[in-house]
């Protein structure tokens, strides 16, 4: 079965990366994974945290820091999936994240990874780096970036 990484974190962009996956998905038949990385200065423990499609993301309180946010982020990308019939399960991982998203693409083998972008200022391209133009440079597989504005 073919493997599509999600990459989401907590931005307007997500919405959109979660509807297209979801398409991707049902048209190719893959599962999904998906992924949202965290600064490693904020996570609690050096371990992948997995969560599976099984709980809606309203049974829980609003996160408070950067790695409970991740686990909302994730869960709720993870409920359209598992409305869908989609095979799916989340990870969240410490790291930076390009590094983070092709080192899990290739671990997983995955097929095709879906993210989105930002549209930083040159500005901010210059003092962040843009994490999808190092995906893209770097993946083993097709990357599909969703780059309508919000």
């Known amino acids: 079965m073919k493997t599509i990484l999600m990459a989401v974190d907590n931005s307007p962009v997500a919405e959109k990366v979660i509807s297209l996956t ?3 998905a049902l048209a190719h038949k893959a599962q999904v994974v998906v992924l949202c990385c965290i600064d490693p200065a904020y996570s609690s423990c ?21 790695q409970n946010t991740a686990e909302m982020v994730v869960r ?3 409920a359209p999936l598992l409305r869908a019939g989609i095979d799916a ?44 133009a190092a995906v893209i440079e770097r993946a083993h597989c097709p990357v599909l970036i969703d780059v309508r504005k919000e």
């Open 22 to 24: 979801m398409d991707e």
């Open 76 to 78: 709720h990308a993870l």
């Open 46 to 66: 050096n371990q992948p945290i997995e969560i599976d499609a099984a709980e809606d993301p309203s049974d829980f309180v609003a996160a408070q820091d950067e």
């Open 89 to 132: 399960r989340g990870m969240i991982l410490a790291g930076e994240a390009a590094d983070t998203i092709i080192a899990q693409s290739e671990q997983l083998k995955a097929s095709m990874i879906i993210m989105g972008r930002r549209h930083l200022s040159s500005f901010n391209r210059l003092l962040k780096g843009s994490v999808s």
